[in-house]
């Protein structure tokens, strides 16, 4: 059984940081695409960074380019998403999900293509 654990969630301030972890386990970890994404009150579910793990490329969307990091500790079946300089805008449930196989596509965020996704971890920041 596949499982996928989001922690590291939290409230800070803008500009602050925060460290999300996904913990994987069943699921065939290496060379996959996995991605994290967010999803606000009344809002639809949007992408924010993926990475093909077992050291593959690693895409953002437009909001999250040079605040957020997205990495991995393949030891630890681990995707990692480093957040800097948040904004009240990155207000979300934070969602891992992981695909069944990886390629370019991990960067366009297509929610459908993913089959794994986590509980979700609350990020709120306040201004």
């Known amino acids: 059984q596949v499982q996928l654990v989001e922690s590291g969630g939290g409230s ?4 602050g940081s925060l460290r999300l972890s996904c913990v994987s386990s069943g699921y065939t970890y290496s060379h996959n695409c996995m991605g994290w994404f967010r999803q606000a009150p009344g809002k639809e ?6 990475i093909n793990t077992g050291g593959g490329l690693t895409y953002y ?5 040079g605040r957020f990091t997205i990495s991995e500790d393949s030891a630890k079946n ?5 957040m800097n ?3 009240p805008e990155d207000t979300a449930m934070y969602y891992c999900a992981g695909a069944s196989y990886g390629g370019s596509w991990c960067g366009a965020f297509v929610l459908k293509m993913y ?9 709120t920041v306040s201004s």
Do not use: I, M, P
């Open 12 to 15: 800070v301030q803008a500009g």
């Open 45 to 50: 579910r949007e992408g924010v960074a993926g």
């Open 61 to 65: 969307a437009d909001s999250a380019k």
């Open 78 to 82: 681990t995707v990692y998403l480093q």
């Open 85 to 87: 300089n948040l904004k």
């Open 115 to 123: 089959n794994y996704w986590g509980q979700g971890t609350q990020v």
